[in-house]
């Protein structure tokens, strides 16, 4: 399949400290689309912006990898984005009108009360949700136009997720529930690497009943890092999990975004985790109330709760 041919060019090399350099030009091949990853970053922290802030104007389109790490490109263009769920006669108005620039190889926390659109947002990010108004730009790509085939591709080989609740199937091992990705990734790691990756490279047939809640979130990570994503959007990934446990979650995801320059959201309710964030993002009733960019960031063995 030549998309696949043509993400597998840019990701045939393997293990932890290397950059990607993924295209997000493969969803249309009548678009003369230019790679937005060429310039990522690896090992390094992503300097911080503002929603709408200074980017916005400067980062063109179709430019060439640029040699700053001080200008990472936007890899989502949120704007006017709104969702409205009909339930019967009532009109549920979960996102009223986001604008939003996520930047390349940064990690945000997104807070906020229960029900300010969090999720929604996130969803729709990662394609399981389509927004009622407003647009999602995805480095070139207009995330609104896709088929069902485009968004099906773009979830498969762009997208990690790992929610509060780590989804495995039960009845496959750690290395299986792995491989159920990684087998149809265009430029998968080895599920070993991915299991070593999140400190599980001695859980590899064990059952999801015989790894502990933090290990299982772990294998859910090494899931939807497996197949190498541009993003990585976690839903409250340690809502389940003690404290000593959530950091040690907290760490992996770190590591993904650290190491291998993987865009990164978490949500949470735990304002403690925002400290580990290059950008804080606070929602509320559907919108994004404010933006706010941590001078240092904290590792995660430095938070406690
Ligand atoms: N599929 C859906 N159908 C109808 N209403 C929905 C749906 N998904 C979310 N909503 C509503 O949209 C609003 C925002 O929900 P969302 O799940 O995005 O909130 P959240 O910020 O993630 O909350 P929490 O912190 O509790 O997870 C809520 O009022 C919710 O009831
Ligand atoms: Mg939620």
Not at 127 to 142: E, I, K, Q
Not at 150 to 160: D, L
Not at 181 to 198: G, K, Q, R
Request: glycine residues 10%; proline residues 6%.
């Amino acid at each position: 399949m030549a998309n696949a041919n043509r993400l597998g060019s840019g990701d045939s090399r393997s293990g932890w400290g290397k950059a990607m350099n993924r295209a997000a030009g493969e969803f249309d091949e009548k678009q003369d689309a230019v790679p937005v990853a060429q310039n990522r970053r690896a090992g390094s922290s992503t300097p911080a912006r503002q929603a709408g802030g200074p980017a916005r104007g400067r980062v063109a389109r179709n430019r060439p990898a640029l040699p700053s790490a001080e200008a990472p490109p936007p890899i989502f263009e949120i704007r006017g984005l709104s969702k409205t769920y009909q339930m019967g006669e009532v009109q549920v108005e979960a996102l009223r009108g986001v604008d939003l620039d996520l930047f390349e190889g940064e990690l945000v926390v997104l807070l906020g009360p229960s029900g300010s659109g969090k999720s929604t947002l996130l969803n729709i990010l990662g394609g399981l949700d389509a927004p009622s108004r407003g647009s999602v730009r995805y480095g070139d790509h207009d995330l609104s136009v896709f088929d069902d085939a485009a968004m099906t591709r773009y979830r498969r080989e762009h997208v990690g997720f790992v929610f509060q609740f780590y989804n495995l199937i039960p009845s496959l091992t750690a290395r299986e529930n792995v491989a159920l990705v990684t087998e149809i990734a265009a430029a998968p790691m080895a599920p070993e690497e991915a299991l070593a990756m999140v400190g599980l490279g001695g859980r590899l047939d064990h059952f999801p009943t015989q790894l502990s809640g933090g290990e299982q979130q772990r294998v859910a990570i090494a899931r939807a890092v497996s197949k190498r994503p541009q993003v990585l959007l976690c839903d409250e990934p340690t809502g389940a999990l003690d404290a000593p446990t959530g950091v040690l979650v907290l760490d992996v995801i770190a590591r993904v975004n650290r190491e291998l320059g993987t865009t990164t959201a978490v949500i949470t309710h735990n304002s403690v985790i925002a400290e580990m964030a290059d950008r804080v993002v606070h929602f509320g009733d559907g919108r994004v109330v404010s933006v706010a960019t941590n001078a240092e960031k904290k590792s995660p063995a430095e938070l406690s709760w």
